[in-house]
């Protein structure tokens, strides 16, 4: 089916982002248009305004390191006040400012954007990258998320999709796409467990293979740890012996921390490669007093960079175990270990993960392009009934409801296959009670309030019991898509109310309308600017033509009178249309244009009759 | 929170409707197939996937997934499907229970095996195919003699003594494993793994039966708490051994000091380690019943009951699930 429309990958990363597609039957990675295939997540704004994302937004961070957001993944979908949000305020060099209800927005320039926009931006260069690369408008999107990101995270997400102008199709979790990816082609057949450490968090996913067929059985994970925090222990390092040294607090210094991080994140990537490393930072920290600049130099080796991060590898391990012991799964029985993520090129990462699981893990897949080449298998195998390749997802969270005492009762445990469903039996907490609220939980925590409420309903009008008499039928149902509804009945009165449950992302419907919007608006404004362009380089060729013929016609016809009046018209015309190809107006230059092309056509068939008598 | 209300829309038609003449984007043959398994549903888990029961827990997975080729609403993304889309949902659904229940079943009670079980334990590539053992000794002894290679081959007959050791003396043999990888013991990679897994699980499980030891003074001292505790170390030590995993669960039940959910696992691993030991069944179906995990619960104390029929206890819990 050549005809139908593409369907890309995207694995939109905590640092980097990258783009696939499957053409022919195989995935592969679509090249941004400076010819790279990761895209760093960045965006910022100039002084002038003016929106950068990518790779241009990255080369001028050091020096603008107020208006350059990056690790939006951290903080999409989470409420200001959270205890992560609170983290990052500390670390991130850019103003994390609250939304109206409890959302985080980033201060760039004047605006406070919404985390869905700035995710959007990088989506939208993706998309046109792959639109670059393939010459077609490309609409529909599977994209990638961490697998213990929660329901307003992923909410979050697909909006920041909508807002790009991507409809996504499916919301996929990043260690099961690596297992796709893994996994196409191969004749696997077994458990195979992917252990997915990248910029910002580490996701664990155990799956079950055979001819095609990818079951989840567990996943897990911890959405607040990786290379981050692993360049971050390096930045402490490096500040603290600076201040020894200097007496200077570096971390009061925006554009000192920005060289740091950069620094750091190099160090980290060369220290993978060699046994030492060096840090060179000149004039780093210029004294107020006008004394000369201090330089950083130092030295860090392998050894010491492992000491340093010794216990943030221990715990990936630790939570890989988790997952496991969760699943069940032994690690004898495990197939395959598959490391994906820049993170796990890091070898305490992967001895750690050898000597945990007493077994090399797999080499062969491209740790940072895995994630996006298996988004775009399942968007191929959504939108392609012949496809071999089918994905049986589970949820990655406990879903549940808030019980008498503030307790949270479990209906779904995570790691169900999905779509599944699932109808419990409640009864009234009071006497003559005649409303139950029905609050829908996910989760972990045996304690309602430390769960995500994913949402509540009011049940009313049961009848007038003791308490217990009234039995209320509660079923939960979640759909492929991974969307919940739960309805609930009184045994009794048949009396019924259903809802769908969606977790906010942040914004609320009424925003997300706005953006839109706006989005609109400035892709008309666009469109006009570039019909406005097309017209004055069409307007300014035209002219010169007439100006060149300008020289032959008054030679043939320069004495008459019908000539001289030509001339002159023609001349005019010509000055009018460059005057006006300085402005704006679309309609005008249209006019003008028109009115070039038809001096053009008189002039090059009076010369044509003169010429021909000659 | 986003919440709105869809008022209840009910996607099913009305009995009196035949589903084979819905307009939606299937063809007959596909909307007889669903509707011929829709009407499966309510028998055994077995017919469910269109198995003969006894099949083999390989035949469950792939019935499952052949199964999910057909049924899973994936395989029909974005296509019209009215009626149809919640029946598929209802038979996948089914199809993974079904699966979930075969498959924990034949777990409990594997095919009997030909290999012992302390070989089972070390990991796979280790193991060498018969013969190939007497052939690489060869190998090994011509390889001793050449000057170049007695490096390698000293770090292989180290690996060999740490191999004999790995039972008795499991600290000796990671000591002898150290020296032969200081060596660069490079042909020795494929061995020295199961070598040092054995090692490891015999000092686990030594280690695991201190623990065991303590776990039943602390008993006999009547401190709950303390014998929960040492307990679970002895099973997070030697996940295999069954009692540590009961006792764990069992006390951890009773100290009610730690969370639930910590208890559940070491349950569910004493259950499935030994499915049919009742009281290991007792308490895991006690700790989903405390977690709200009614059907979990039910499921384990059908289990009992199965091995027991005239259990009380289990009676009296199941009363309180249904």
Redesign the interface.
């Known amino acids: 089916m050549a005809d139908q429309e593409p369907v890309i990958g995207i694995d939109l990363g905590t640092t980097n982002s990258v783009v696939a597609i499957v053409q022919g039957g195989q995935p592969h990675v679509i090249p941004n248009r400076t010819g790279q295939n990761l895209t760093p997540s960045i965006v910022a704004v100039t002084s002038a305004g003016k929106r950068l994302v990518g790779q241009l937004a990255k080369r001028q961070a050091i020096t603008n390191p107020e208006n350059t957001v990056y690790a939006a993944k951290r903080l999409i979908g989470r409420k200001f006040s959270s205890d992560q949000v609170r983290r990052a305020r500390e670390s991130l060099p850019y103003r994390i400012v609250s939304g109206e209800h409890d959302d985080v927005r980033v201060q760039m320039g004047e605006k406070a954007v919404s985390l869905p926009e700035v995710s959007a931006a990088v989506l939208r260069e993706l998309k046109l990258d792959a639109e670059a690369a393939l010459g077609r408008t490309v609409s529909k999107a599977v994209v990638t998320v961490p697998a213990y990101f929660n329901d307003g995270q992923r909410q979050a997400t697909k909006d920041a999709g909508r807002i790009a102008g991507l409809d996504v199709l499916r919301i996929l979790n990043e260690p099961t796409a690596a297992a796709l990816a893994y996994g196409f082609g191969k004749q696997v057949t077994g458990k195979i467990a992917v252990f997915d450490l990248g910029g910002g968090t580490l996701d664990v996913s155990v799956l079950e293979v055979a001819r095609g067929v990818f079951d989840v059985v567990a996943t897990g994970g911890d959405t607040y740890l990786g290379g981050e925090d692993f360049d971050n222990r390096i930045i402490e390092m490096l500040v603290m012996n600076f201040a020894k040294e200097h007496g200077v607090d570096l971390r009061k210094e925006r554009m000192a921390l920005q060289r740091l991080k950069d620094a750091a994140e190099r160090a980290k990537i060369e220290l993978s490669e060699l046994n030492e490393t060096n840090i060179n930072l000149p004039f780093l920290y210029t004294p107020p007093g006008g004394t000369s600049a201090i330089h950083l130099q130092a030295t860090l080796t392998r050894a010491r960079f492992d000491q340093l991060t010794q216990d943030l590898v221990e715990r990936t391990v630790e939570i890989a175990d988790k997952v496991l012991r969760e699943a069940d799964v032994h690690p004898d029985e495990l197939r395959e270990i598959v490391l994906v993520g820049g993170m796990t090129r890091v070898p305490a990462v992967q001895t750690a993960v050898r000597r945990h699981f007493q077994r090399d893990p797999s080499k062969g897949v491209h740790p940072e392009e895995v994630v996006a080449l298996g988004a775009a298998l399942q968007a191929d195998a959504l939108m392609q009934p012949s496809s071999q390749v089918l994905l049986l997802d589970v949820t990655p969270q406990s879903l549940g409801v808030a019980i008498a005492g503030g307790y949270n009762r479990v209906l779904i445990p995570k790691n169900t296959t999905v779509p599944t469903s699932v109808t419990e039996l409640f009864h009234t907490s009071r006497d003559g009670q005649t409303t139950v609220k029905i609050m829908v939980l996910q989760g972990e925590s045996e304690l309602a309030h430390q769960n995500e409420l994913l949402g509540e309903f009011i049940l009313s009008g049961l009848r007038l019991a003791p308490r217990g008499d009234v039995e209320i039928e509660v079923t939960f149902e979640i759909n492929s898509e991974g969307i919940v509804s739960v309805s609930a009945r009184d045994k009794e009165t048949g009396l019924e109310q259903s809802i769908t449950v969606t977790a906010s992302g942040g914004l609320t419907p009424e925003e997300l309308k706005n953006i839109l919007e706006q989005q609109a608006d400035s892709m008309l404004e666009a469109r006009i600017s570039s019909e406005v362009e097309q017209k004055r380089s069409a307007l300014t060729s035209a002219a010169a033509e007439v100006a060149a013929l300008i020289p032959r016609v008054r030679q043939l016809t320069g004495s008459s009178e019908f000539g001289r009046e030509a001339l002159r018209r023609a001349e005019e015309v010509i000055a009018s249309a460059r005057a006006a190809a300085e402005g704006e107006d679309l309609t005008a230059l249209t006019d003008w244009v028109d009115q070039l092309e038809r001096t053009r056509v008189l002039f090059v068939g009076v010369l044509e009759r003169l010429g021909a008598r000659q | 929170?986003?919440?709105?209300?869809?008022?209840?829309a009910k996607l099913l038609p009305s009995g009196t409707h035949d589903p084979l003449s819905e307009a939606v984007d299937l063809d007959l043959d596909r909307k007889r197939e669903i509707l011929a398994r829709e009407s499966q549903l309510a028998r055994d888990d077995w017919t469910v996937l269109g198995l003969k029961p006894g099949a083999t827990a390989e035949a469950v997975?792939?019935a499952?997934?052949?199964a999910?080729?057909i049924f899973?609403?994936?395989?029909?993304?974005?296509k019209n499907l009215g009626s149809y889309r919640a029946r598929l949902?209802r038979i996948?659904?089914r199809l993974?229970e079904a699966h979930e229940a075969l498959t924990e079943a034949l777990r409990r009670a594997p095919p009997p095996r030909t290999t012992s079980p302390s070989r089972q334990?070390?990991?796979?590539?280790g193991g060498n195919p018969p013969g190939a053992d007497a052939r690489a000794e060869e190998r090994r002894a011509r390889l001793a003699r050449h000057p170049y290679l007695s490096s390698k081959a000293r770090a292989g007959a180290l690996v060999e003594e740490a191999q004999r050791q790995a039972r008795s003396a499991p600290e000796k043999a990671l000591h002898l494993l150290d020296q032969a990888r200081a060596l660069g013991g490079g042909q020795q990679k494929g061995r020295a793994?199961a070598v040092?897994?054995e090692a490891k699980q015999q000092m686990a499980s030594k280690r695991s039966e201190d623990e065991m030891q303590s776990g039943n003074a602390a008993v006999r001292e009547g401190d709950a708490a303390a014998a929960a505790h040492a307990y679970s170390r002895a099973s997070e030590l030697d996940?295999h051994r069954p009692d540590a995993a009961y006792e764990a669960a069992r006390w951890a039940l009773k100290a009610g000091d730690r969370?639930?959910?910590e208890a559940r696992?070491l349950a569910?691993?004493a259950v499935?380690l030994r499915p049919d030991h009742l009281p290991s069944q007792l308490v895991l179906a006690e700790i989903c019943i405390r977690?709200?995990?009614?059907?979990?619960a039910r499921r384990h104390l059908e289990a009992a009951l199965k091995l027991d029929p005239r259990n009380a206890e289990a009676k009296a819990l199941l009363r309180q699930v249904r």
């Open positions: 929170m986003g919440l709105s209300s869809s008022g209840g997975k792939l499952y997934f052949e999910s080729r899973h609403p994936d395989r029909y993304y974005g949902e996948f659904h993974s334990a070390t990991p796979g590539p793994p040092e897994a996940p969370p639930l959910a696992v569910q691993r499935s977690m709200g995990m009614g059907s979990v």
